[in-house]
């Protein structure tokens, strides 16, 4: 399975972004998946998770009632729609999909990784 993630670019702070997580060369639909991001200098963190039907998230307490992560069932992307950005929010976006159904919050649990897309909100 190849992820391609898109949709980030330079917003300023308050602003909103979309991004895309879309899968190649096989699929993802029975995959959990999750969104993690990682700033010069600091490790791979937790944004956000979904698992496989779409029915359990779960957010990085920084980015909770700000950020969403959905899937278009059953074989469609999954998204993370990013509100009211801020600048500490800047990071290079990774979406992954999990070795399990279920909803994971590690890196550990990934086993595909997509190239990356880098978010920056100017203050």
């Known amino acids: 399975v190849q992820l391609q993630a898109s949709g980030g670019g330079l917003v300023q702070a308050g602003g909103s972004l979309r991004l895309s997580c879309a899968a190649s060369?096989?699929?993802?639909?029975?995959?959990?998946v999750g969104w993690f991001r990682q700033s010069p200098g600091k490790e791979r963190e937790f944004v956000a998770g979904?698992?496989?039907?779409?029915?359990?998230?779960d957010y990085a307490d920084s980015v909770k009632g700000r950020f969403t992560i959905s899937r278009d069932r059953p074989k469609g992307p999954v998204y993370l729609q990013m509100n009211s950005l801020k600048p500490e929010d800047t990071a290079v976006y990774y979406c992954?999909?999990?070795?399990?159904?279920?909803?994971?919050?590690?890196?550990?649990?990934?086993?595909?990784w997509g190239q990356g897309t880098q978010v920056t909100v100017s203050s």
């Open positions: 992954a999909a999990a070795r399990s159904s279920g909803l994971i919050t590690t890196t550990k649990g990934y086993a595909y």
């Open positions: 979904i698992d496989w039907n779409g029915g359990i998230t």
């Open positions: 060369g096989g699929m993802f639909s029975n995959n959990g």
